[in-house]
């Protein structure tokens, strides 16, 4: 079984930034890849970013391409999305995701029905 903590959410005005973090236990960090998502009231669930811990490769949907950075601390088994220039729209709750199954393509790692197993959620509010 995998394990995930996270936190970092809060409330912030647009602009601003905020760093999410997601820590890991019950299997070697290295082996996984990792994906946040996001849902808003009254939304489906949306892919943000995904990473391939072993060798550092990313994705980024469009809508935050340039502004979110994910990166990996193996030696802390945690995975971190750095949120530059917020924007009221960027306001949802959002789940670090991982799985074991590191030959999934990054189309397949879009989707959440890639991902078994799931954090809490953490609360993030940009105010205009």
Request: hydrophobic letters at 25%.
């Given at each position: 079984q995998v394990q995930l903590?996270?936190?970092?959410?809060?409330?912030?005005?647009?602009g601003d930034s905020l760093r999410l973090s997601c820590t890991g236990s019950g299997r070697t960090f290295s082996s996984l890849v990792m994906?946040?998502?996001?849902?808003?009231?009254?939304?489906?669930?949306?892919f943000v970013s995904s990473i391939r811990v072993s060798g550092s490769r990313t994705d980024y949907s469009d809508s935050v391409k340039g502004r979110f950075t994910i990166?990996?601390?193996?030696?802390?088994?945690?995975?971190?999305l750095q949120m530059n220039s917020l924007k009221p729209e960027d306001t949802a709750v959002y789940y670090c995701a991982a799985d074991i199954?590191?030959?999934?393509?990054l189309g397949q790692l879009r989707t959440s029905d890639a991902y078994v197993f799931w954090g809490q959620g953490t609360q993030v509010t940009v105010s205009s």
């Open positions: 903590v996270e936190s970092g959410g809060g409330l912030v005005q647009a994906g946040w998502f996001r849902q808003a009231p009254g939304k489906e669930r949306e990166s990996s601390d193996n030696t802390k088994n945690t995975v971190y199954r590191t030959w999934r393509s």
